[in-house]
């Protein structure tokens, strides 16, 4: 009943920039906390980073550059602004929303579809 869609991936040069979205639709009371997962093709998904509601920002151990994530409530759209990448950011990036759906109080997690991130030295 969720979807997450996400736009912005795309071929880079190392040093260059791209800013993620991710737009959340459905049935949807209100969202809590979203992120930003990434996945290099067999390595373990890790992740980039986390916000919540209230616009509180954490970011992962092993995130390279100046990644900023951002919200926009009014939209359901979390942001991940990516500067200053780097050949070993490559990576599939997918968005995650913790959910509260319209029917009930519970708390789902849904997930993006992913975009791809390539960037090259």
């Known amino acids: 009943q969720v979807d997450l869609v996400e736009s912005g991936g795309g071929l880079v040069q190392a040093g260059g920039s791209l800013s993620l979205s991710c737009v959340a639709s459905?049935?949807?009371?209100?969202?809590?906390?979203m992120a930003w997962y990434r996945q290099a093709p067999g390595k373990q998904r890790e992740l980039v980073a986390t916000?919540?509601?209230?616009?509180?920002?954490k970011y992962g151990d092993s995130v390279k550059g100046q990644f900023t994530i951002s919200r926009d409530n009014a939209k359901n759209t979390v942001y991940l602004q990516m500067n200053n990448l780097q050949p070993e950011d490559t990576a599939v990036y997918s968005c995650?929303?913790?959910?509260?759906?319209?029917?009930?109080?519970?708390?789902?997690?849904?997930w993006g579809q992913g975009t791809q991130v390539t960037v090259s030295s």
């Open positions: 995650n929303a913790a959910v509260v759906l319209g029917y009930d109080d519970y708390e789902a997690h849904f």
């Open positions: 459905g049935d949807i009371f209100r969202i809590n906390s």
């Open positions: 916000i919540t509601r209230s616009g509180r920002a």
